[in-house]
């Protein structure tokens, strides 16, 4: 009989990292703000179908980045699971609180038990009746959660953009300056303009009534912009 | 893993019946009502839907009846699904209830996984398919009978489908109620609808027909002028679906109550 050759969990655990850094750091990043109305989502993405910022729920949206499918996936269960929960309770229960958690243990466990760990990163951000109740959180590819406020960055170079955001971020700032300032993040890693034809953006307001999540059309995303040019 | 379902379609009724039957409506095994009516079931009543130039009126009284006993005032019978369609239900309050807020998450499920909206065409069958569900509550008495209207984007008019107990769908092209008073409400659309139809015009023509319907139902209520409890109506047009306020609503009746004072 061949013995298995042994091999320490710690060495186990820093590949899979490793790995899944590799996957997630050939992606582009993804920001979510807070702006006046509530929280803005952007990202860079030429493809005008395979989106990368969805709705989840009433409140709630969700952006991730990293391998397509795979976030795909965990997208459509989070639908699942807060479509489910607010059948089953009513719509005022479902928090982006639970749903997080439910994606950490989720991605978690795929982390420790499977042999491929996720290539990707994820936000799940919820609008509040004010800004000091939005929540913002970000989920890494092995589980981990934190939550952030004003900004939350993921992706490939998201160092760099949180490093800019800290420095120009304003509280309380119009759509059109939130949406400025994020393409204005996601270009001092992109060298290249970002226009309406290569951008991905979409609000939580919270002055919608009913469901909050609103996509901003390429010709919305010009006219915002267009005062800045 | 709480995010694991068994179940990986965009239907949210067929996640439920794979992953949480718990959560749907059971009769089917050892459930039987009587049927002489031992067990008060609440029964909603008149509920129609009309056609006009710019879209579609979908409307319900406010009565609730448990056999002979007035069990609810204030129930409301129409319910938004989406932007651009509404379900008007009647028969047994609790299924029929359900039944609007199952479908109504089916929609948005529908439109969140896939990222576009069903067609008013899609939305009417699938609809069917869940009353086809309902079929063995229908035989213990439970009877839903909804009204389906919305705008259809593609062909832009307003369309109303009508369904029977078995989830048979047929489509009417200007108007249609059912419910106890459904007969009566369709009778004075029928003498006073015309084309072409303003909605100032079909909004009076809907709630003439809800009137005569409290008129001669006794399961069907009027607009209570004391208590400020009038009809339900929602229009929907090319700009989506709007709740018309209760102001206009409120003087429109007591316009045709102060009409018929002297007949």
């Not at chain 1, 499977?114 to 970000?138: F, Q, R, S, W």
């Not at chain 2, 409290?214 to 069907?220: I, N």
Request: net charge negative; charged share 30%.
């Amino acid at each position: 009989m061949v013995l298995p050759y042994y091999v320490s969990p710690e060495q186990i655990m820093q590949d899979k990292a490793e790995y899944a850094r590799k996957g997630i750091a050939k992606g582009r990043s993804l920001v979510a703000m807070e702006y006046r109305d509530g929280i803005i989502l952007t990202a860079e993405n030429p493809s005008t179908s395979l989106n990368k910022i969805w709705e989840i729920y009433d409140r709630i949206a969700f952006a991730g980045v990293g391998k397509y499918s795979e976030f795909e996936n965990l997208r459509k269960s989070g639908v699942r699971y807060v479509d489910t929960k607010g059948y089953a309770y009513s719509r005022e229960d479902v928090t982006a609180k639970s749903l997080a958690n439910a994606y950490s243990q989720a991605i978690g466990s795929v982390f420790t038990q499977e042999v491929k760990p996720l290539e990707i990163e994820i936000l799940v951000v919820e609008v509040g009746e004010t800004n000091a109740e939005n929540a913002m959180y970000h989920i890494l590819f092995d589980g981990s959660i934190s939550d952030r406020k004003q900004f939350a960055v993921i992706g490939g170079q998201a160092e760099e953009v949180t490093r800019f955001l800290r420095d120009h971020y304003r509280e309380n700032s119009s759509l059109a300056d939130a949406l400025w300032l994020s393409q204005k993040a996601l270009r001092v890693v992109e060298n290249k303009p970002l226009s309406e034809t290569n951008l991905e953006v979409a609000i939580l307001d919270r002055n919608r009534p009913g469901r909050k999540f609103r996509r901003i059309p390429p010709a919305e995303i010009r006219d915002l912009m267009k005062s800045y040019l | 893993m709480i995010l694991n379902t068994r179940y990986d379609g965009s239907s949210f009724f067929e996640l439920l019946k794979v992953d949480y039957p718990y959560l749907l409506p059971t009769y089917e095994k050892g459930f039987s009502l009587p049927i002489e009516n031992a067990v008060p079931v609440s029964h909603g009543t008149t509920i129609l839907a009309l056609r006009y130039q710019e879209g579609v009126f979908i409307a319900g009284d406010r009565r609730a009846v448990e056999g002979h006993q007035i069990s609810s005032k204030t129930m409301e019978k129409v319910y938004k699904t989406d932007d651009y369609s509404a379900i008007a239900i009647a028969g047994a309050a609790g299924p029929a209830m359900d039944m609007a807020r199952l479908f109504q998450t089916e929609l948005e499920h529908y439109e969140k996984i896939e990222g576009e909206r069903l067609t008013l065409e899609g939305k009417a069958n699938r609809l069917a398919q869940m009353i086809r569900q309902n079929l063995p509550a229908a035989f213990q008495g439970l009877i839903v009978i909804p009204i389906f209207a919305g705008y259809d984007l593609k062909r832009k008019e307003g369309r109303i489908f009508k369904y029977d107990v078995v989830g048979g769908k047929y489509e009417e092209t200007d108007y249609y109620a059912t419910g106890s008073g459904g007969k009566d409400a369709r009778n004075t659309m029928k003498k006073l609808y015309r084309k072409p139809l303003g909605e100032e015009e079909a909004l009076k023509i809907v709630l003439e027909a809800l009137i005569d319907a409290s008129e001669e139902d006794a399961g069907t209520g009027g607009p209570d002028i004391i208590r400020d409890i009038y009809p339900n109506v929602k229009k929907i047009t090319e700009q989506g679906i709007a709740d018309i306020p209760e102001a206009p609503i409120a003087e429109i009746c007591k316009a045709i109550i102060e009409g018929r004072r002297n007949q």
